[in-house]
């Protein structure tokens, strides 16, 4: 049973969450109205979709007292996208999946006589995986991006006007070290270098050693600022000074012309820089149907928690909850 163990331990995701009907719920195929492991309704381009229905309760194989059907095994395929689905095309590659099934079922068999099934850890693995499936039948069911009205798409941009309009961007190097006398050598070496020689400049005197296969271009790389009159600061790794100091900087490749103090004292690098853009309704219609698409599907699941908690009344000890301690990560109070 080892290497089916070590087969079933590998299994994906998909294989695990079609096997849900098969191995957790064990629903008899007679009783089920929809294919195990995820509910999708059969569709013309799967597997299940050209199977007759008299087939799909077809019995494959028995591990003892519970059936496979044809049904079950294609719901497995039908879990699968389509690149991995292209692997059970040959005959020994589909037995190889009805054998990890088996496998599964075994394992499933021996863990339930062991009373592996009742242990909390188990049971919550179940809730999980339900809950997962829900979910997904929720997402499902929201329409394709390509049917979002553009009346929507349109409204949404001329009301997040703002969010379009990309501020200019600059991407820094630099080089730290502790005093102020020891950046004005720094100063003076930095200028007029290329990126080659910038690098080992900053491999020889930054108190931020970089590791020592980085390329050149990214060693002593800070990441992109804004300029300070965009508002909020979208980067944590530089402090107000060397942004606002990015931006006096003339053009890329050239080195500030002086040092910023700032928890040390900085020697920066202009590496690049990219122009401030005004995004039009084209470029921003794939995006704007993402996130109209994630509203949707916000609220659904909104409502659909709603209509749980009233099904399903939740009360909770708050005292209870006030009295879980969990202790700090080391080196912090």
């Given at each position: 049973?080892?290497?089916?163990?070590a087969?079933?331990?590998?299994?994906?995701?998909?294989?695990?969450?079609?096997?849900?009907?098969?191995a957790?719920?064990?629903?008899?195929?007679?009783?089920?109205?929809?294919?195990?492991?995820?509910?999708t309704?059969?569709?013309?381009?799967?597997?299940?979709?050209?199977?007759?229905?008299?087939?799909?309760?077809?019995v494959?194989?028995?591990?003892?007292?519970r059936?496979?059907?044809?049904?079950?095994?294609?719901?497995?395929?039908?879990?699968?996208?389509?690149?991995?689905?292209?692997?059970?095309?040959?005959?020994?590659?589909?037995e190889?999946?009805?054998?990890?099934?088996?496998?599964?079922?075994?394992l499933?068999?021996?863990?339930?006589?062991?009373?592996?099934?009742?242990?909390p850890?188990?049971?919550?693995?179940?809730?999980?995986?339900?809950?997962?499936?829900?979910?997904?039948?929720?997402?499902?069911?929201?329409?394709p991006?390509?049917?979002?009205?553009?009346?929507?798409?349109?409204?949404y941009?001329?009301?997040?006007?703002?969010?379009?309009?990309?501020?200019?961007?600059?991407?820094?190097?630099?080089?730290?070290?502790?005093?102020?006398?020891?950046?004005?050598?720094?100063?003076?070496?930095?200028?007029?270098?290329?990126a080659?020689?910038?690098?080992?400049?900053?491999?020889?005197?930054?108190?931020?050693?970089?590791?020592?296969?980085?390329?050149?271009?990214?060693?002593?790389?800070?990441?992109?600022?804004?300029?300070?009159?965009?508002?909020?600061?979208?980067?944590?790794?530089?402090?107000?000074?060397?942004?606002?100091?990015?931006?006096?900087?003339?053009?890329?490749?050239?080195?500030?012309?002086?040092?910023?103090?700032?928890?040390?004292?900085?020697?920066?690098?202009?590496?690049?820089?990219?122009?401030?853009?005004d995004?039009?309704?084209?470029?921003?219609?794939?995006?704007?149907?993402?996130?109209?698409?994630?509203?949707?599907?916000?609220?659904?699941?909104a409502?659909?928690?709603?209509?749980?908690?009233?099904?399903?009344?939740?009360?909770?000890?708050?005292?209870a909850?006030?009295?879980?301690?969990?202790?700090?990560?080391?080196?912090?109070?």
């Amino acid at each position: 049973m080892s290497s089916a163990s070590a087969r079933v331990r590998r299994s994906p995701a998909w294989l695990v969450r079609a096997l849900l009907g098969v191995a957790l719920i064990s629903t008899p195929a007679c009783h089920r109205d929809a294919p195990a492991g995820g509910g999708t309704p059969a569709t013309s381009s799967s597997v299940s979709g050209a199977l007759p229905a008299d087939l799909s309760v077809r019995v494959l194989a028995k591990v003892g007292d519970r059936t496979i059907t044809l049904g079950d095994y294609v719901a497995v395929l039908d879990g699968m996208d389509r690149i991995e689905r292209a692997r059970y095309q040959t005959p020994d590659r589909r037995e190889q999946l009805l054998k990890e099934l088996v496998d599964v079922e075994l394992l499933s068999k021996e863990a339930e006589r062991r009373g592996l099934a009742d242990r909390p850890e188990a049971r919550e693995l179940e809730r999980q995986i339900l809950r997962d499936e829900v979910l997904a039948e929720i997402r499902s069911k929201q329409p394709p991006l390509e049917q979002i009205p553009a009346g929507d798409v349109r409204a949404y941009y001329d009301s997040h006007r703002a969010d379009f309009k990309e501020p200019e961007r600059r991407r820094i190097s630099h080089i730290v070290v502790r005093d102020a006398v020891t950046a004005e050598h720094v100063l003076a070496s930095a200028r007029g270098t290329t990126a080659k020689q910038w690098g080992e400049l900053v491999r020889k005197s930054s108190l931020e050693k970089p590791a020592a296969d980085l390329p050149d271009e990214l060693v002593g790389d800070l990441g992109l600022v804004t300029p300070p009159s965009f508002g909020k600061n979208d980067n944590a790794r530089v402090p107000e000074p060397l942004r606002a100091a990015a931006f006096e900087i003339e053009k890329a490749g050239d080195v500030l012309g002086h040092v910023v103090q700032s928890s040390g004292f900085h020697v920066l690098r202009l590496t690049a820089e990219s122009a401030a853009r005004d995004r039009s309704l084209e470029d921003a219609d794939r995006t704007i149907r993402v996130l109209i698409a994630q509203q949707h599907l916000h609220t659904a699941e909104a409502t659909f928690e709603k209509e749980l908690r009233a099904r399903f009344p939740v009360k909770i000890d708050e005292a209870a909850l006030a009295k879980i301690a969990v202790p700090a990560p080391e080196g912090k109070k």
